[in-house]
């Protein structure tokens, strides 16, 4: 009995998912969906990210949407580095929808021109299992391992790394501090999923984050000459 | 539409948990069951424990239920200490719920006689969020958050630290590396929860460990008097 519900909320889901894309596409906006563990640093990423994009040679219009249970405190984190940002509260739901994400633009066209945005990272609900499940409308999905959560998780949580385009490896500086493979970890990861594009980083040293920030600029030129 | 299926699907799942609560009270075994993100360190608490208790003075009859969606690595963790257990697999389920658990009892009766078993912990799937909801019959709900997470998950996943007996605070080794306050980390959790319990301590080293067992030891005699 389960599994209908299931199915047909997944199905109005894929119906405004779609209605986003559509209106973020017509833009020409990159649009990455971002899920990690809670924890994993997907806040600090956006921040380094933030920097890095105003710190670079051409200009980059960049917004973000939070999703959290609870607490504004992550669209205040990435307005203080001067990016546009709402705040999602999902109230106890354990991942951001379609509709959701569908309001928080509504909100977000309040503080940027949504027609000249280059890149929009949503930030989902910290969970590594059911924000895969639900389409927002993006062009990739990134996942946000980090170091001290140990070299097993591709294999126990395979689902979300067999959707993601990209997986971060945060906190690569605390290594020498932890049980973590590193290669065992991106081999289990690819694994599960051979296409996956794999950037080890860490935000608190800056440390291979100009990897990442080219896989987002060439994701935003891709989908502006579309 | 969703939220009348939603509670009959954890109507049905109370009525499961009571049977279990029941079947598992008359043996007087104190029932824990362990939630955390991906990564928190559960299963190495669990070997901790298993170490911890059988260096101790007193017997005590200890068995553990693993929670993944995939992978058997965790049962065969704790095996390799000398303590029965066995693995639930969900196969993409993002927790465990009683049904689940009366099944893994079944099996695990082929390993050790419930009867006598003083203590039985319970690892959930790595979840933050959705396993709060589902009782499996325990006795205590334990939430392991750990430092590199950092110290604002009380407040963004409030749930779940409301409705747990205890906190632990694993590697605590890590603090001198990382941006975790743990006076405001504990200081949020207590204000979610007032009666929390609280347990900082290490995997890695073992400091801090014996608070921990103390509270598990003094949950088996009380449940065993009742």
Redesign the interface.
């Known amino acids: 009995?389960?599994i209908p519900?299931e199915r047909r909320?997944l199905a109005a889901n894929e119906g405004l998912a779609a209605r986003n894309r559509e209106r973020l596409r017509a833009s020409g906006c990159f649009v990455v969906n971002l899920i990690s563990?809670?924890?994993?640093g997907k806040t600090s990423l956006l921040e380094r990210t933030a920097d890095a994009l105003r710190a670079g040679p051409d200009p980059v219009s960049f917004a973000v949407i939070e999703g959290?249970?609870?607490?504004e405190?992550d669209a205040a984190r990435v307005r203080a580095r001067g990016v546009p940002a709402v705040q999602i509260n999902t109230r106890?739901d354990?991942h951001l929808d379609a509709r959701m994400v569908s309001g928080a633009l509504d909100r977000l066209a309040e503080q940027t021109d949504l027609a000249k945005l280059d890149l929009l990272i949503i930030e989902n609900?910290?969970?590594?299992?059911?924000p895969t499940e639900f389409d927002l409308g993006e062009d990739a999905k990134v996942v946000v391992a980090?170091v001290?959560?140990?070299d097993?998780?591709p294999?126990?949580?395979?689902?979300t790394f067999l959707r993601a385009s990209a997986m971060v490896v945060n906190?690569i500086?605390?290594l020498p501090?932890?049980?973590c493979d590193l290669d065992r970890l991106i081999g289990d990861a690819r694994a599960v999923n051979g296409r996956l594009a794999v950037f080890p980083l860490s935000c608190?040293t800056g440390e291979g984050l100009e990897a990442w920030i080219d896989w987002l600029l060439a994701g935003a030129r891709q989908t502006t000459r579309r």
């Open positions: 009995m389960e519900v909320i563990s809670p924890g994993a959290d249970i609870a607490t405190q106890g354990c609900v910290g969970n590594l299992i059911c980090s001290p959560e140990g097993d998780k294999s126990k949580y395979p689902a906190k500086d605390l501090y932890v049980d608190r």
